[in-house]
T-cell receptor, first 114, second 117 residues
Framework: DTGVSQDPRHKITKRGQNVTFRCDPISEHNRLYWYRQTLGQGPEFLTY????????KSRLLSDRFSAERPKGSFSTLEIQRTEQGDSAMYLC????????????FGPGTRLTVT | AQKVTQAQTEISVVEKEDVTLDCVYETRDTTYYLFWYKQPPSGELVFLIR??????QNEISGRYSWNFQKSTSSFNFTITASQVVDSAVYFC??????????????FGKGTKLSVIP
C-alpha cells in the first residue's frame, strides 16, 4: 500500500504568481486534509474533503487559497497572487472512514515565494 | 478552543538514556482524541499513536510508552533506551470527538529530540 504522495516537492515562485499543488491520498481513503507548516511550528489545519465534498474551508488562510477534489481521488491546492508570507510547507493527509481517525501524511510541498 | 502545549522546545540526550516528552492539552470536549507524530529530518510526519479520552490505560509499544492522565490534561511520551534514529521533532496533537472538531488535528509546536551517540 503506497503512502500519500505530493507533487511537486519543492516550488520556488515569484511574488504575485499562482501556484498549484497536487496530493494523491492513500488508495481508498475517503478523507483528505490540507495543512500548512511554517518553520518551528506544528501543522495548521486548512481544509478537508470527504470524498469529493469540501466539508470545511473556513480555515483557509484567505480567499487567495482554494482546494478541489473533483472525483474524490486526488486533490489540488491553489494559491493565487502569492505573497512572501505564503512561504511554508504544505502538507496533505488522508484517512479511511469517518470520525476522529489517525491521519497519514505525505512528504509535503515546500513553497518559497521570492 | 483547543490547545496543545509542548513546553520543551529542544531536548538532547546521550544514546541509551530514557527521555520523556511532555504534552499538555486544553479542550472543552468531553470526548476527544490525542495523538503523537514523529517528524524525522526527511520531513514526513509519521503517526505513532492515538488515544481516546475515555481510555486512560497507559500503552507500551517496544521502547515507546505513553502516559495519559486526564486529571492533569497530560499525555506524555517516553522513549526508553534512546537511539540515534529517534532523533526527530515529535508533535502531540488533539482532535475533538464530535462536530466541527472531529476531523482537524490541533498540533503543539513540537519538541526537537537529538540523541547523541
Amino acid at each position: 500500500d503506497t503512502g500519500v504522495s505530493q507533487d511537486p516537492r519543492h516550488k520556488i515562485t515569484k511574488r504575485g504568481q499562482n501556484v498549484t499543488f497536487r496530493c494523491d491520498p492513500i488508495s481508498e481513503h475517503n478523507r483528505l486534509y490540507w495543512y500548512r507548516q511554517t518553520l518551528g511550528q506544528g501543522p495548521e489545519f486548512l481544509t478537508y474533503f470527504q470524498n469529493e465534498a469540501q466539508l470545511e474551508k473556513s480555515r483557509l488562510l484567505s480567499d487567495r487559497f482554494s482546494a478541489e477534489r473533483p472525483k474524490g481521488s486526488f486533490s489540488t491546492l491553489e494559491i493565487q497572487r502569492t505573497e512572501q508570507g505564503d512561504s511554508a510547507m504544505y502538507l496533505c493527509a488522508s484517512s479511511l472512514g469517518i470520525g476522529p481517525l489517525e491521519q497519514y501524511f505525505g512528504p509535503g510541498t515546500r513553497l518559497t515565494v521570492t | 478552543a483547543q490547545k496543545v502545549t509542548q513546553a520543551q522546545t529542544e531536548i538532547s540526550v546521550v544514546e541509551k538514556e530514557d527521555v520523556t516528552l511532555d504534552c499538555v492539552y486544553e479542550t472543552r470536549d468531553t470526548t476527544y482524541y490525542l495523538f503523537w507524530y514523529k517528524q524525522p529530518p526527511s520531513g514526513e510526519l509519521v503517526f505513532l499513536i492515538r488515544r481516546n479520552s475515555f481510555d486512560e490505560q497507559n500503552e507500551i509499544s517496544g521502547r515507546y510508552s505513553w502516559n495519559f492522565q486526564k486529571s492533569t490534561s497530560s499525555f506524555n511520551f517516553t522513549i526508553t533506551a534512546s537511539q540515534v534514529v529517534d532523533s526527530a521533532v515529535y508533535f502531540c496533537a488533539l482532535m475533538g470527538g464530535s462536530g466541527a472538531g472531529s476531523y482537524q488535528l490541533t498540533f503543539g509546536k513540537g519538541t526537537k529530540l537529538s540523541v547523541i551517540p
